[in-house]
C-alpha cells in the first residue's frame, strides 16, 4: 500500500498570509496526487487534481505542486473561509489519504 | 445539477446488519465508479473501497475487505455499502464519492455523508 504522510498536522495562521501544506508519498505516484478541504461538518471538496489543477470554482488563491514523492499545497493569501482541514489523496494505485493539515486562525 | 444524495443517519446495536444508500443524479451514473470513505469521530478520511455500476466491479481497501460490502442498483441510480453484524468501532460518517477520469480519478462529487452510531 502507499502511504501518505502530511505536515505539518495542524497550523495557526493569519488572514492574509502565504500557507504551505507538503505531503509525501511512500514510493513514486507521478502526479496521481489530489488535494481536498474539509470544514466541520461538512464532506470533503476537491480542490487540486493531478498534483497541480486547479477544480473548477476554486479560488485562484489555491495551488498545487510537485511529482513522484514530493508535493506541496499552497494558499497564496488565507481567507476567513480557508480555516478548513486539508488532505491529500493518491490515485496511484487505488486511494490512501494523508492524515490530514487543520489550518487555524492566529 | 450534479450529485450523490445520502441516506440519512442510523443507530444501530452490536450485531446487527445495516446498508446505507448513494443515490446519484444530473450525470450517467453507469459511466462513473463510486467510492466509500469513512471518517471516524474527530479523526481523518479512510478510502474503503469501490464499485462501478457498468460493470459490476468492485475494489476494497485490505483493511475493509470482508468487513463491508459495495454494490450498487443502476436501475435507480444508487450505490450502496453494507454490513451484515455490525460493532461498535463501526460508528463514524460515512461519505460517497465519485471518481472522475478527467480529474485523475480524484473524487470530484461527494454525498452530503451518513452517520452510523452502533451502541447497545
Known amino acids: 500500500d502507499i502511504q501518505m504522510t502530511q505536515s505539518p498536522s495542524s497550523l495557526s495562521a493569519s488572514i492574509g498570509d502565504r500557507v504551505t501544506i507538503t505531503c509525501r508519498a511512500s514510493?513514486?505516484?507521478?502526479?496521481?496526487l489530489n488535494w481536498y478541504q474539509q470544514k466541520p461538518g461538512k464532506a470533503p471538496k476537491l480542490l487540486i487534481y493531478?498534483?497541480?489543477s486547479l477544480q473548477s470554482g476554486v479560488p485562484s488563491r489555491f495551488s498545487g505542486s510537485g511529482s513522484g514523492t514530493d508535493f506541496t499545497l499552497t494558499i497564496s493569501s488565507l481567507q476567513p473561509e480557508d480555516f478548513a482541514t486539508y488532505y491529500c489523496?493518491?490515485?496511484?494505485?487505488?486511494?490512501?489519504f494523508g492524515q490530514g493539515t487543520k489550518v487555524e486562525i492566529k | 445539477e450534479v450529485q450523490l444524495v445520502q441516506s440519512g443517519a442510523e443507530v444501530k446495536k452490536p450485531g446487527e446488519s445495516l446498508k446505507i444508500s448513494c443515490k446519484g443524479s444530473?450525470?450517467?451514473?453507469?459511466?462513473?465508479?463510486i467510492g466509500w470513505v469513512r471518517q471516524m469521530p474527530g479523526k481523518g478520511l479512510e478510502w474503503m473501497g469501490i464499485?462501478?455500476?457498468?460493470?459490476?466491479?468492485?475494489r476494497y481497501s485490505p483493511s475493509f475487505q470482508g468487513q463491508v460490502t459495495i454494490s450498487a442498483d443502476k436501475s435507480i441510480s444508487t450505490a450502496y455499502l453494507q454490513w451484515s453484524s455490525l460493532k461498535a468501532s463501526d460508528t463514524a460518517m460515512y461519505y460517497c464519492?465519485?471518481?472522475?477520469?478527467?480529474?485523475?480519478?480524484?473524487?470530484?462529487?461527494w454525498g452530503q455523508g451518513t452517520m452510523v452510531t452502533v451502541s447497545s
Open positions: 464519492g465519485r471518481r472522475n477520469y478527467d480529474t485523475r480519478d480524484a473524487f470530484d462529487i
Open positions: 444530473g450525470y450517467s451514473f453507469t459511466n462513473y465508479w
Open positions: 464499485f462501478y455500476p457498468g460493470g459490476s466491479d468492485s
Open positions: 514510493q513514486s505516484i507521478s502526479t496521481y
Open positions: 493531478a498534483a497541480s
Open positions: 489523496q493518491q490515485s496511484y494505485s487505488t486511494w490512501t
